[in-house]
């Protein structure tokens, strides 16, 4: 049973658009909700992460949306690069305990 | 990077033999934890370390086991390697319990 539920399986957007990934969960008991970006041949690494505690968080170009009633967050990637193309994963918690990860989403941004 | 070191970063083997792979920190991290990851299902947890000789299992240890007797080693164990154990493993790190976890580069690992 998959914890996480997160789509797009892929993404394609132009150089300046704005792919947007969703995520969602059923366990109300999740309070951490890191976002982590894979590129190939390497582990994924910590992009930006959120409590629910707020409804939105800005890193630089990335942000999440959390929707606490619809149990659903998302990342979106402002003004995409080139450099941006890579696998993007959503991760639930309860703080202190173990991380269910969706299933990815690749994303190719075209120059 | 977070100091973590995979090895070995490739590895073909047989079905029926065993394989070991290991995960090396550098950090003096507390907490290490064993993913694969496959298409279509993300990463799953294998087992996972809270101190040396602490271990415990996760969604999928079937057919794994671990062993951590230094704070910096963390090792994974397919006694009889199968077929269905071909995947991406993933070693990660974590200093505390409100801290996220960092991963390392991956072991690809193919059982003929």
């Known amino acids: 049973q998959q914890q996480v539920k997160q789509s797009p399986q892929s993404l394609i957007v132009q150089k300046g658009g704005i792919p947007i990934i969703n995520c969602a969960y059923e366990n109300t008991a999740f309070d951490y909700f890191p976002w982590y970006q894979q590129f190939p041949g390497k582990g994924p690494a910590l992009l930006i992460a959120?409590?629910?505690?707020?409804s939105e968080k800005k890193e630089g170009r990335f942000t999440i949306s959390f929707n606490k009633s619809a149990k659903q967050f998302s990342l979106h990637i402002m003004d995409s690069q080139p450099g941006d193309s890579a696998t993007y994963f959503c991760a639930a918690s309860i703080i202190g305990n173990q991380f269910y990860f969706g299933t990815g989403t690749s994303l190719t941004v075209i120059p | 990077d977070a100091g973590i070191t995979q090895s070995p970063r490739h590895k073909v083997t047989e079905t029926g033999t065993p394989v070991t792979l290991r995960c090396h920190q550098t950090?003096?991290?507390?907490?290490m934890y064993w993913y694969r990851q496959d298409p279509g299902h993300g990463l799953r947890l294998i087992h996972y370390?809270?101190?040396?000789?602490?271990?415990d299992k996760g969604e999928v240890s079937d057919g794994y086991s671990v062993s951590r007797s230094k704070t910096e080693d963390f090792l994974l164990t397919l006694e009889s390697a199968t077929s269905s154990q071909t995947s991406v493993y993933f070693c990660a790190i974590r200093d505390s319990l409100d801290q996220p976890q960092h991963f390392g580069d991956g072991t690809r690992l193919s059982i003929l």
């Open positions: 950090e003096n991290h507390r907490y």
């Open positions: 370390s809270y101190g040396v000789k602490d271990t």
């Open positions: 959120i409590r629910p505690d707020v």
